[in-house]
């Protein structure tokens, strides 16, 4: 990459705190929580909870959640995912096998049928409640009910849509029918539309759900009043949960995975997320010397995602991240990048929809933190009452007896969010992210390549133009990548789309923290959001 960055916006610098997402109200909402003594983690919950209010579409209270913490010392991983329900079985699913529905990047896997992506079949626990109350067990400051106030007042009293999230919401939920859609329908599309940018949206039903986990601790959605109200409809309309499935629900503390590029480290959750592809493809990288050519990142990349797919799944059955990231085995999977555009598979490694955002505090602590329906409004089911959508990343699994992910129950299903931390000789440079499904990890390497590679803040790497690796040898690109970049891509054999579509290039943020002790922070310019600081 040789283009001068076409700059958007400018980065914000502050000497205390800060708080950068896809959406200014949640930002707000981490804001005031800083200001009033929380730390950073209470503020990274405060946000995902608003996020899961004003920017429904992606993100929900029946997401799932993964989480990185740095401590001011050291980094800790949250897998706040869901497990398929005990009935959901790999016959089950074949039953009901449909044609795959696209979610930025396809569905994973090679199958010609899939799981459904909408309706009852692909829903799974949500985790992002369990990981709200988690994450504050271990390290909240401030009361756990406190953290909720801004997401339940918009949500009760309404809160104007922003503009990027009412063009996908007006997207969503064309031609369902069945009883199990009726309220998502009632609730989502009253009156037959979706809220205009601007128009105030109220959810009064989902601010008392809001109220119940707050007040006790997640437990009411977990065992109590809502869990019962997930069950019964489940029960009425199809489903599969159960209130065993709702209670068994744990969330998982894990050793974060790294490798080097250069002198820094890019750090993420270990499987069943896909975090291990943007891992593979900068230790590919890092064994090149110089500045990387988009072709050469664009290769990289495909080898990643050619491994994360074949081998990445609940962390029971899934490859080891440490067997995909081997140096022998990285030596080879490198040696396979040549001068033309390829569509390599899987190697042989030893055996063994979303919303992301980002804080920091004035006492080192910073929080990466991404929770997602998966594909635009997940599976489209609400249960009367609750006011939110459950999530489908059951669509996930895949339908190949012989596969690690292959859909089975009580199992996470390979996951597409990944927050990213970026690390110096093991001191803190900072939490980042970009969401967006198949993008998230190409999104990941093209911020490390920026950052380290070009020096650049983490506003201008985020405005910097991206590109999106597909499938086989189909590449997107935006428009502002330079002409001779497009050209040398297509003479490689690339098979190139320019186009601006916004959902082809995810949202990032970032926040990186300066020599002078300060911080420095960016937010995605193809979006909403904010960063705000102090």
Not at 8 to 26: D, E, F, I, M, N
Not at 222 to 234: Q, S
Not at 262 to 270: A, G, K, S, V
Not at 363 to 382: K, R, T
């Amino acid at each position: 990459m040789t283009w001068v960055p076409h700059l958007r916006r400018k980065p914000l610098h502050a000497p205390r705190g800060v708080v950068a997402t896809s959406q200014p109200l949640a930002a707000a909402a981490g804001m005031a929580v800083l200001r009033r003594g929380g730390n950073a983690v209470d503020a990274a919950i405060a946000t995902a909870v608003t996020l899961a209010i004003t920017q429904p579409g992606s993100n929900d209270i029946g997401s799932d959640l993964f989480a990185l913490v740095w401590d001011g010392r050291r980094l800790h991983g949250l897998n706040a995912s869901g497990r398929s329900p005990a009935g959901l079985t790999l016959e089950r699913a074949q039953a009901h096998a449909e044609a795959p529905v696209a979610a930025l990047g396809g569905t994973q896997g090679t199958a010609a049928r899939a799981v459904p992506a909408r309706g009852w079949l692909p829903v799974t626990v949500p985790g992002a409640p369990g990981g709200w109350r988690d994450l504050h067990e271990r390290f909240g400051g401030l009361p756990f009910r406190t953290l909720f106030e801004d997401a339940i007042w918009y949500a009760e009293h309404g809160w104007p849509v922003s503009p990027t999230t009412a063009f996908h919401w007006g997207r969503a939920g064309v031609g369902l029918s069945g009883p199990e859609f009726a309220e998502w329908l009632r609730v989502f599309k009253p009156g037959g539309r979706a809220p205009a940018a601007g128009e105030h949206f109220t959810n009064a039903d989902a601010g008392r759900t809001l109220r119940l986990i707050a007040e006790t601790g997640a437990d009411s959605f977990y065992r109590g009043e809502t869990a019962k109200a997930l069950v019964a409809f489940a029960a009425e309309t199809g489903g599969l949960l159960t209130a065993e499935d709702l209670a068994e629900h744990t969330s998982t503390w894990v050793d974060p995975v790294s490798t080097g590029y250069r002198d820094h480290e890019l750090w993420e959750i270990p499987p069943n997320g896909q975090g291990v592809a943007a891992l593979q493809a900068l230790a590919v990288l890092d064994g090149f010397a110089g500045t990387q050519s988009v072709h050469t990142q664009i290769e990289a990349m495909k080898l990643g995602f050619a491994d994360a797919h074949a081998y990445v799944a609940d962390p029971s059955t899934s490859v080891p991240a440490e067997a995909l990231l081997a140096p022998e085995y990285v030596a080879a999977r490198r040696a396979l990048i040549g001068d033309k555009a390829g569509d390599p598979g899987p190697g042989d490694p030893a055996r063994g929809g979303t919303v992301y955002l980002c804080t920091a505090d004035s006492d080192g602590m910073m929080v990466s933190l991404i929770q997602s329906n998966y594909m635009g409004f997940g599976s489209h089911v609400v249960a009367p009452g609750t006011g939110f959508t459950l999530q489908n990343r059951g669509a996930g699994f895949s339908l190949d007896a012989g596969h690690p992910n292959v859909v089975a129950p009580h199992k996470r299903p390979y996951h597409t969010i990944i927050p990213g931390f970026l690390t110096r000789g093991g001191a803190a440079v900072g939490p980042f992210g970009v969401m967006g499904g198949h993008m998230q990890p190409q999104g990941h390497v093209q911020m490390v390549l920026s950052t380290v590679d070009d020096g650049l803040d983490p506003q201008a790497a985020l405005d910097r133009p991206r590109w999106y690796w597909h499938a086989g040898k189909r590449v997107h690109v935006e428009p502002d990548v330079p002409a001779e970049v497009q050209d040398d891509l297509r003479d490689r054999g690339h098979e190139l789309t320019v186009t601006d579509d916004p959902p082809f290039y995810g949202f990032g943020q970032a926040i990186w923290r300066g020599a002078d002790g300060g911080l420095v922070a960016g937010t995605e310019p193809r979006a909403d959001g904010a960063a705000l600081g102090y």
